[in-house]
């Protein structure tokens, strides 16, 4: 589609096409000029819509009247910083772009920067990129203790990049990596922008926060169990097209043995366990509060489990310490036992051994007298033996 603007002598060519690429020439009077039009089409796959980690296909082609030269090709992203892409040369004609993987973050503007010296070009072609996806890592680790309040949070960019299409999405947890995995709700997102979540255990004791910030998909946990640990993933789809964002959640738990107050001189065992496994730079550490050095313990590693004995009351703590920095903390206080209480087990245990002593001298006294009755009863009856074995008859005279 041309345009013709005699006034100013000039030819205006909407639309370009590859095949407009040609020498064009301006004839007036005996005048002539002639201008040769380079002309160069940026595709990109999928409209330019992609999910987070996809790798977006760019294809640049050219077509010119002259020998088609050889192209320098620079990509900057929407924060103006030069992206190299991996690129395919087809004879000059096609040259073919894949990004990396995308991040969210990658949503704007984008510039194609082609470069020649001869011919000489600089031409700059921008394009935009919208990636959906999440504002949280790929992969996080969030920790709980046993009967605390956890919300597990997915910051999503639909409506900072203005998305209009719908897509859907679910929130799935399994406690292992092979484990089979529970549907907690699905949720969709209109053209509009409006999120509609609908629930889909209800085995599984958690929430669905009403209010919370907007694009955000939230799971609350009122009352942590400890098989509540796990992976919670939360998935996106668009088109058949997924990604996903997952958040690890690692819960902690104390026990005593025996449990309940602490007598004086005896001993207790103290428990903190975290559910799966842990980073290589990372362990457990007992303490008591206003301690000493001696009544710290530390785990091994790889260790999810540490047991401590302890000979005195008060409050101490388990730590969960991850590149030297205090992840979560559970706080257990050992009650000492009253003074009443460590009379009433020394009165039971003096009181016992004298029971045990008593029984021991009866159990004695009646052994030696059934002893003395079995030894009378066997005279006897040796007695009557020997009577009716000497007896005499009298005759009468």
């Given at each position: 589609e041309?345009?013709?603007?005699?006034?100013?002598?000039?030819?205006?060519?909407?639309?370009?096409?590859?095949?407009?690429?040609?020498?064009?020439?301006?004839?007036?009077g005996s005048?002539?000029?002639?201008?040769?039009?380079h002309?160069?089409?940026?595709?990109i796959?999928?409209d330019?819509?992609?999910?987070?980690?996809?790798?977006p296909?760019?294809?640049?082609?050219?077509n010119?009247?002259?020998?088609?030269?050889d192209?320098?090709i620079?990509?900057?992203?929407?924060?103006?910083?030069?992206?190299t892409?991996?690129?395919?040369?087809?004879?000059?004609?096609?040259y073919?772009?894949n990004l990396?993987?995308?991040?969210?973050?990658?949503?704007?503007?984008?510039?194609?920067?082609?470069h020649?010296?001869?011919p000489?070009?600089n031409?700059?072609?921008?394009?935009?990129?919208?990636?959906?996806?999440?504002?949280?890592p790929?992969?996080?680790r969030?920790y709980?203790?046993?009967?605390?309040?956890?919300?597990?949070?997915?910051?999503?960019?639909?409506?900072?990049?203005?998305w209009?299409?719908?897509?859907?999405?679910?929130?799935?947890?399994?406690?292992?990596?092979?484990a089979?995995?529970?549907?907690l709700?699905?949720?969709?997102?209109?053209?509009?922008?409006?999120?509609?979540?609908?629930?889909?255990?209800?085995?599984?004791l958690?929430?669905?926060?009403e209010?919370?910030?907007?694009?955000?998909?939230?799971?609350?946990l009122?009352?942590?169990?400890?098989?509540?640990?796990?992976?919670?993933?939360?998935?996106?789809?668009?088109?058949?097209r997924?990604?996903?964002?997952?958040?690890?959640?690692?819960?902690?738990k104390?026990?005593?043995?025996?449990?309940?107050?602490?007598?004086?001189?005896?001993?207790?065992?103290l428990?903190c366990?975290?559910?799966g496994?842990?980073?290589?730079?990372?362990?457990?550490?007992?303490?008591?509060?206003?301690?000493?050095?001696?009544?710290?313990?530390n785990?091994?590693q790889?260790?999810?489990?540490?047991?401590?004995n302890?000979?005195?009351?008060g409050?101490?703590?388990?730590?969960?310490?991850?590149d030297?920095?205090?992840?979560?903390?559970?706080?257990?206080h050992?009650?000492?036992?009253?003074?009443?209480?460590n009379?009433?087990?020394?009165?039971?245990?003096?009181?016992?051994?004298?029971?045990?002593?008593?029984?021991a001298c009866?159990c004695?006294?009646?052994?030696?007298?059934?002893?003395?009755?079995?030894?009378?009863?066997?005279?006897?009856?040796?007695?009557?033996q020997y009577?009716?074995?000497?007896?005499?008859?009298?005759?009468?005279?």
């Amino acid at each position: 589609e041309a345009e013709i603007k005699r006034e100013y002598k000039q030819l205006r060519v909407r639309k370009l096409n590859l095949s407009d690429a040609g020498i064009y020439t301006c004839q007036y009077g005996s005048h002539k000029v002639q201008t040769s039009l380079h002309v160069f089409k940026l595709t990109i796959s999928s409209d330019g819509h992609f999910l987070q980690n996809e790798v977006p296909e760019l294809i640049l082609m050219q077509n010119s009247p002259s020998p088609l030269p050889d192209l320098s090709i620079t990509l900057f992203n929407s924060n103006n910083n030069r992206v190299t892409p991996e690129l395919k040369n087809e004879m000059r004609q096609k040259y073919i772009m894949n990004l990396k993987n995308l991040e969210a973050t990658d949503s704007g503007t984008w510039v194609c920067q082609v470069h020649s010296d001869s011919p000489p070009i600089n031409q700059k072609i921008s394009f935009a990129l919208k990636v959906l996806g999440f504002q949280n890592p790929d992969s996080e680790r969030k920790y709980a203790t046993v009967d605390s309040t956890v919300i597990l949070s997915w910051h999503l960019n639909f409506q900072k990049i203005k998305w209009k299409e719908d897509f859907t999405g679910q929130l799935i947890w399994k406690q292992q990596e092979s484990a089979n995995t529970l549907e907690l709700f699905d949720f969709k997102v209109t053209a509009q922008g409006e999120l509609h979540e609908t629930k889909k255990s209800s085995n599984f004791l958690f929430e669905i926060p009403e209010r919370k910030p907007e694009s955000t998909i939230q799971v609350k946990l009122p009352k942590v169990h400890f098989n509540h640990s796990g992976q919670y993933q939360c998935q996106l789809a668009y088109q058949g097209r997924h990604t996903q964002s997952k958040i690890e959640l690692v819960v902690m738990k104390v026990s005593s043995d025996p449990a309940g107050p602490l007598s004086r001189g005896a001993n207790m065992t103290l428990t903190c366990q975290v559910s799966g496994q842990l980073p290589p730079n990372a362990y457990l550490r007992w303490e008591r509060v206003n301690g000493t050095k001696m009544d710290i313990r530390n785990s091994k590693q790889h260790e999810v489990k540490l047991e401590v004995n302890i000979s005195a009351a008060g409050l101490w703590s388990c730590h969960l310490i991850e590149d030297n920095d205090r992840k979560i903390s559970f706080h257990y206080h050992v009650e000492e036992a009253p003074v009443w209480i460590n009379y009433v087990i020394i009165g039971a245990s003096v009181g016992g051994g004298i029971l045990v002593f008593v029984l021991a001298c009866l159990c004695i006294i009646s052994s030696i007298n059934w002893n003395r009755r079995r030894q009378r009863a066997r005279r006897m009856a040796l007695g009557r033996q020997y009577l009716l074995e000497n007896k005499t008859c009298q005759c009468q005279q």
